[in-house]
Nanobody, 123 residues
Framework: QLQLVESGGGLVQPGGSLRLSCVAS????????LAWFRQAPGKEREGVAC????????TSADSVKGRFTISRDNAKNTVFLQMDNLEPVDTGVYYC????????????????WGQGTQVIVSS
């Protein structure tokens, strides 16, 4: 069974940083493209960043460019989202997702989703 588990969320002040992790179990991430999404209260889910199976990277939201970095460690079966200079508008639940043979960002379908981790940016 494909399973993704996010962690690393929490409460942080504006300008602070968080590093989210998403660990896969039941399958190896080696052949999967990976992405991070977020959903703010009362808003639709939006793509934040994705990384292809080969390691190519793109960010989906203009609002996070230069502040968020996605990376992967296949040896740890984990994808990360480094978030710097956080702003209150970054508040929301962050989800990771995986698609097998994901070679072109953005991905249109996914084989597995995590349950989400809450990020709150507030002073």
């Amino acid at each position: 069974q494909l399973q993704l588990v996010e962690s690393g969320g929490g409460l942080v002040q504006p300008g602070g940083s968080l590093r989210l992790s998403c660990v896969a179990s039941g399958f190896s991430l080696d052949t999967y493209g990976l992405a991070w999404f977020r959903q703010a209260p009362g808003k639709e889910r939006e793509g934040v960043a994705c990384i292809t199976t080969s390691g190519g990277v793109t960010t989906s939201a203009d609002s996070v460019k230069g502040r968020f970095t996605i990376s992967r460690d296949n040896a740890k079966n984990t994808v990360f989202l480094q978030m710097d200079n956080l702003e209150p508008v970054d508040t929301g639940v962050y989800y990771c997702a995986a698609v097998q043979f994901g070679n072109f960002c953005p991905f249109r379908r996914f084989d597995a989703w995590g349950q989400g981790t809450q990020v709150i940016v507030s002073s």
